[in-house]
């Protein structure tokens, strides 16, 4: 929204729910949030595979690492957007600026860590994979699961990279001046009016002339 303070107008606007599902914004995260179930709930349900044995082995070149991995920040951003998302819908609420600033450093320090580890995942899951042995994965056990996360993890790159900069242009955006004086960034309520006057639309008090011809009149009389 234009003419607002990172992104916002004034705190008390009415909520609209269809306009806010409209925004890129929320529909970057959506996706993110998706792509996160994806990742984690194909590792954790097919991801690992066993030969004739109760021990379970990660599908991923059996690097348990890399299934803990992908399940780690899948789960984390999955908890993420969901916050995230509940800060954009009552971010106009936010009357102070200053607080408004630092849910938006938030958002572009998380997502741009997670845009750096979602592209460290994709690139460990893929070369795990590659080095996986046939032989490992009996009538291609997991095969799908280990693609699934591997596409998704480069999807989430893509839309996490979107909202860093989304948060980017937000933080960029600041506050606008119009709107929000330097008191109120300061405080986060509109300042009180000084009642200051410019002196000279004062007027001198009644009779003030009168008082002066009669003072100047008088004279002391002689003893």
């Known amino acids: ?74 789960i984390l951003a999955f908890f993420a957007c969901i916050l995230f998302l509940t800060l954009d819908l009552y971010f106009p609420q936010i009357s102070s600026v200053k607080d408004r600033k630092h849910v938006v450093l938030g958002d572009l320090g998380f997502s741009g860590l997670w845009t750096f580890l979602w592209f460290v995942g994709f690139c460990f899951l893929e070369n795990q994979w590659q080095i996986t042995s046939l032989e490992d994965l009996p009538l291609n056990q997991g095969a799908d699961a280990a693609r699934a996360a591997i596409a998704f993890s480069f999807f989430s790159i893509l839309s996490w990279a979107g909202l860093t900069l989304k948060a980017w242009q937000r933080y960029r955006l600041g506050a606008d001046s119009s709107l929000f004086s330097q008191d109120q960034l300061d405080t986060g309520h509109p300042p009180y009016s000084t009642g200051t006057e410019n002196a000279d639309t004062f007027q001198s008090p009644p009779f003030a002339e009168n008082l002066d011809t009669v003072s100047s009149g008088y004279q002391m009389p002689p003893y």
């Open 1 to 74: 929204m234009e003419g607002g303070a990172y992104g916002a107008g004034k705190a008390g606007s009415a909520l609209d729910p269809i306009s806010f599902l409209k925004q890129p914004q929320t529909i970057i995260r959506i996706l993110s949030w998706v792509f996160s179930i994806v990742v984690f709930a194909s590792i954790v349900n097919e991801g690992y595979i066993n030969k004739g044995n109760e021990i379970l082995y990660c599908v991923f070149n059996k690097n348990s690492n890399a299934c803990n991995y992908g399940i780690t920040i899948g």
